[in-house]
């Protein structure tokens, strides 16, 4: 599967931003969908996670009610909508694929649940 982010750009803080992430294949819904970002000097982090089917839903503590994850299988696109935006939130921001079994609610905070990552998309928070 080859994924797409968009979505990022410059932003003040207590802004919003909504990132897409755009999924190739017809396989897009067996797949569990990650997050991730990585800000200047600093190692990539776990940001959000949504099952294959949408029902669950996990996020790091540091955007824990101020960011969500939302997708939609019908057009194979997962979202990161992120509001109440600070400049720590600065970042590359990738996401991220990993196959899940039928019925899972599985939605990993470890990257190596994820076997395809797409390019990033920046978001840059002024203060």
């Known amino acids: 599967v080859q994924l797409q982010a968009s979505g990022g750009g410059l932003v003040q803080a207590g802004g919003s931003l909504r990132l897409s992430c755009a999924a190739s294949?017809?396989?897009?819904?067996?797949?569990?969908m990650g997050w991730f970002r990585q800000g200047p000097g600093k190692e990539r982090e776990f940001v959000a996670a949504?099952?294959?089917?949408?029902?669950?839903?996990v996020y790091a503590d540091s955007v824990k009610g101020r960011f969500t994850s939302s997708r939609d299988n019908a057009k194979n696109t997962v979202y990161l909508q992120m509001n109440s935006l600070k400049p720590e939130d600065t970042a590359v921001y990738y996401c991220?694929?990993?196959?899940?079994?039928?019925?899972?609610?599985?939605?990993?905070?470890?990257?190596?649940?994820?076997?395809?990552w797409g390019q990033g998309t920046q978001v840059t928070v002024s203060s």
């Open positions: 294949g017809r396989t897009f819904s067996t797949y569990a």
């Open positions: 991220a694929a990993g196959y899940a079994s039928p019925y899972s609610s599985s939605a990993p905070k470890n990257d190596r649940a994820y076997a395809y």
């Open positions: 949504i099952s294959r089917s949408g029902d669950s839903t």
